[in-house]
């Protein structure tokens, strides 16, 4: 949601005439996308049927690469924007915008530390802690 609010508010300004902004669409709305089919393979467990690749890494190194990437594109977006813009409206998405790229870099980088402790096996559950613990 908070990537969709992204590349939805720049979409809505003329961002086309500032190059500063194509960076930022694309990042977000490739990251937008490709979180989109992470979450529907999910939702319908087909990883399930792709037994052979490591999941938890590569769900890692995409969280990792968005977090990288995201703070790009935060820092590229509150840059470029101007409070003496000759259209006022454009400064406030523009500006919201950065606000929520902060975000969404956030909560890409909780997603890697997540990712990074289930690769690494360090996350577990009340009912695997109490099957190990009385065995």
Known sequence: VLGLLVWALIADTTYHLHAAYGWVMFVSIFFWI?????????LLQIQLKFYMI???LVLMIFNAAATVLYITAFV??????????WRQWDYNR????????CLTMIAY???TFFSFRAW???????????VTDHA
Request: glycine share 6%.
């Open 109 to 111: 980088g909780v997603s």
């Open 34 to 42: 490709l979180t989109v089919l992470f979450f529907v393979t999910y």
């Open 54 to 56: 490591p999941w938890p």
């Open 94 to 101: 523009r500006a919201a915008a950065s606000f929520f790229a």
């Open 76 to 85: 590229t977006c509150a840059a470029a924007v101007q409070p003496t813009s």
């Open 120 to 130: 690494k096996g360090l996350g577990s559950n009340a009912a695997t802690s109490q």
